[in-house]
């Protein structure tokens, strides 16, 4: 396939590209536009995206993922003196979105080139909880409860399939898109026929992977009768909000409690995972653990028990019987807070562990 942009009414600056998979295109290949030959190209940028003779996608990656490391490296040198919400919300307005352009197209790019972005973006979760290099990755999505890129992605191919499908534009896509059933009698699912596709990288192309996820839809999102219901749907399938109470805190006091929960603390048994310790023992022999440190900890103990009562009181406030408090007071309930506690309740735990861990001076 060959195609032509007229950069410039020179002639000269006229080039066209002859897109090709093959491993030796036909380099002979000569395009004249008025008797003059216009000039092969490698790549060139169309409407954001960088296309390349041979159909990759290493180079617009390459690009946005330059792009997107220099707006990190931006707030890499705040992220001491912003909040975790703030860099937040630096991330997802002026990071993220470079990320994506034309996410629905390059997904079919090799996982090589796809993971520079997922790289960026754990360099990015890393920065904003201020979690260190080699913190545990499950953690970390957990900690932010985001949907990863490639997630996004499919949600994106989703969505843009729907626009088509239901608001009918671009005419020429609507034309081109396998058989629909939407109101036959033998198929009422709002399914479509799959392309045949013989080739890897097709069947990874928007149109035949987009309908492969289209169909594997819920029933009551592919009947959708608005863009605007199957977007929301969509979203709502991936959405799972931080709690509020992960912000609270000064940015030190929510970083050594951040890290706590990712197991990527100062204490030793944390460090000993990953090799920066040779033991993983407190100074009074025992394994040091958050749990050992929050609960069990013989050291600075008038400072723990302090907490410990602001805790137990707060649980009593809420008017939980002792067996229930027995049943929910641990390590858990003073990392993560507790869903049986509205967010002022778990505000206040959170409240009192981070002034024990500011206090006791240990991470
Ligand atoms: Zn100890």
């Known amino acids: ?16 590209m002859l897109f090709s998979k093959k491993a030796n295109p036909d380099n002979n290949f000569v395009v004249k536009l008025n008797n003059d030959i216009i000039k092969l190209s490698t790549h060139h ?24 490391r220099k707006r990190l490296g931006c707030l890499k040198l705040h992220s001491f003196r912003m ?3 703030s860099l937040e919300l630096c991330y997802l307005t002026f990071v993220r979105p470079v990320m994506e352009y034309g996410n629905v197209m390059y997904d079919s790019a090799s996982d090589e080139d796809l993971n520079i972005l997922s790289e960026i973006e754990k360099d990015a979760m890393r920065t904003i909880t201020g979690a260190r290099k080699k913190c545990n990755l ?24 729907g626009k088509i499908i239901i608001k009918n534009y671009p005419p020429y896509l609507v034309r081109d898109l396998p058989t629909f059933y939407r109101d036959s009698r033998t198929n009422r699912k709002n399914t479509f026929a799959t392309p045949t596709c013989t080739k890897d990288y097709y069947v990874k192309s928007f149109i035949p992977s987009s309908i492969a996820l289209w169909n594997d839809l819920p029933y009551n999102v592919r009947t959708c009768q608005s863009y605007d219901s199957l977007k929301n749907r969509i979203k709502s399938m991936s959405l799972n909000n931080v709690p509020d109470y992960y912000y609270h805190g000064s940015r030190l006091c929510n970083i050594l409690h951040c890290r706590l929960r990712l197991g990527c603390s100062n204490l030793n048994a944390d460090k000993y995972l990953i090799g920066i310790s040779n033991t993983d023992l407190c100074d009074c ?25 602001s805790i137990l009181d ?3 406030n809420k008017g939980l019987s002792d067996d229930r408090i027995d049943q929910i007071f641990g390590a858990d309930l003073l990392l993560y807070g507790s869903g ?21 001076d240990r991470l």
Not at 140 to 154: D, H, Q
């Open 1 to 16: 396939m060959v195609a032509l942009w007229k950069i410039n009414i020179n002639p000269t600056k006229t080039v066209c």
């Open 45 to 68: 940028k169309h409407l954001g995206l960088w296309l390349t003779n041979n159909v990759s996608w290493k180079k617009h990656i390459s690009e946005i993922a330059t792009k997107a």
């Open 83 to 85: 909040s975790r919400r």
């Open 138 to 161: 499950d953690k970390l999505y957990k900690e932010f409860k985001w949907p990863t890129l490639a997630v996004r992605r499919a949600n994106q191919k989703i969505t843009t399939l």
């Open 285 to 309: 022999g025992e394994r040091e653990t958050a749990e050992h440190y929050l609960l069990d900890c013989g050291i600075e103990l008038e400072k723990r028990v302090k907490m410990l009562d």
């Open 314 to 316: 707060v649980l009593k």
């Open 340 to 360: 049986e506690l509205d967010i002022n309740e778990n505000t206040s735990i959170f409240e009192a562990v981070q002034l024990f861990l500011w206090e006791s």
